[in-house]
Nanobody
Framework: QVQLVESGGGLVQAGGSLRLSCVASENVFLVNFMAWYRQSPGKERELVAEIRSSGAINYMDSVKGRFTISRDRVKKNTAYLQMDSLRPEDTAVYYC???????????????WGPGTQVTVSS
């Protein structure tokens, strides 16, 4: 079973920065894409940013120019979300999401991390 583990969440003042990390377990053989979603109370989970194996990157409109998604050049199973100029409306639980092929498995599967809380105070 593939596991994704997020870290880096916390409490920050508006205008501050946080860097989230997502590490996939070592039994991942290939990664098709890694992405960050977020969900705040009473709202649906929404895609924040994704990065594909081709290098293509997409962001939701409200974070463009403030957030940067990347993958570790050495640790291919690790993705980051650098969040700058944070706003109170960025407060949410942030989830890592990835489509991967596990070692010894033929097909692709999508996995989710348990989430990490990001709280931005005004």
């Amino acid at each position: 079973q593939v596991q994704l583990v997020e870290s880096g969440g916390g409490l920050v003042q508006a205008g501050g920065s946080l860097r989230l990390s997502c590490v996939a377990s070592e039994n991942v053989f290939l990664v098709n894409f890694m992405a960050w979603y977020r969900q705040s109370p009473g709202k649906e989970r929404e895609l924040v940013a994704e990065i594909r194996s081709s290098g293509a990157i997409n962001y939701m409109d409200s974070v463009k120019g403030r957030f940067t998604i990347s993958r570790d050049r050495v640790k291919k199973n690790t993705a980051y979300l650098q969040m700058d100029s944070l706003r109170p409306e960025d407060t949410a639980v942030y989830y890592c999401n990835a489509e991967v092929r596990a070692t010894g498995v033929y097909g692709w599967d999508v996995f989710w991390g348990p989430g990490t809380q990001v709280t931005v105070s005004s």
